[in-house]
């Protein structure tokens, strides 16, 4: 797995130039570029999988030949009313590592946070669903002021790539 990053290209920009570094010869546009019907992203044929995320002055992309979700979130000042969401062993937690994790999952399912709120907490590093630990792989990154997180669903590596 390949973590594209930049604080200079647009989310489009990287990921033409992420396709490119992992040898994908189409650009990231129909026809090649599809969408599921909850909407995420994908590349058509025997192409690989990615996911891409943005944020005020940061976007990422993960590339690999599995499913993957990836998030990331600038670190600023939280909403108390944020926390109320919070299970009492996520409060003790660092939150964007939390928020970030969850994000991280739904959009390897290609889910919304939203729909799967209530049945997620994040704990000592994994993730659980209806109280029973989920078999993905989380990885945290924090990159200046910027927290990332990968979530794969088996054992993965990645390699940070800045461009």
């Given at each position: 797995?390949?973590?594209?990053?930049?604080?200079?290209?647009t989310?489009?920009?990287?990921?033409?130039?992420?396709?490119?570094?992992?040898?994908?010869p189409?650009?990231?546009?129909?026809?090649?570029?599809?969408r599921?019907?909850?909407?995420?992203p994908?590349?058509?044929?025997?192409?690989?999988?990615?996911?891409?995320?943005?944020?005020?002055?940061?976007?990422?992309?993960?590339?690999?030949n599995?499913?993957?979700?990836?998030d990331?979130e600038?670190?600023?000042?939280?909403p108390k009313?944020?926390?109320a969401?919070?299970?009492?062993?996520?409060?003790?937690?660092?939150?964007f590592?939390?928020?970030?994790a969850?994000?991280?999952?739904?959009?390897?399912?290609?889910?919304?946070?939203?729909?799967?709120?209530?049945?997620?907490r994040?704990?000592?590093?994994?993730?659980?669903?209806?109280?029973?630990?989920?078999?993905?792989?989380?990885l945290?990154?924090?990159i200046?002021?910027?927290?990332l997180c990968?979530?794969?669903?088996?054992?993965?590596?990645?390699?940070?790539?800045?461009?």
């Amino acid at each position: 797995m390949k973590l594209f990053y930049s604080t200079a290209l647009t989310p489009a920009q990287l990921l033409t130039c992420a396709l490119e570094a992992v040898g994908y010869p189409h650009p990231p546009a129909p026809p090649y570029l599809k969408r599921t019907e909850r909407g995420k992203p994908y590349l058509a044929g025997d192409a690989p999988h990615f996911s891409l995320t943005h944020t005020k002055g940061l976007c990422a992309v993960a590339v690999g030949n599995a499913e993957v979700g990836l998030d990331a979130e600038l670190k600023r000042e939280v909403p108390k009313t944020v926390y109320a969401h919070l299970t009492p062993e996520e409060k003790e937690e660092d939150f964007f590592e939390v928020w970030t994790a969850k994000e991280a999952y739904v959009k390897l399912l290609g889910d919304t946070l939203a729909s799967r709120y209530r049945t997620l907490r994040y704990c000592g590093g994994v993730l659980y669903e209806n109280g029973a630990p989920l078999p993905v792989t989380l990885l945290h990154w924090e990159i200046q002021n910027f927290v990332l997180c990968l979530c794969t669903q088996g054992p993965t590596e990645a390699e940070l790539i800045e461009l």
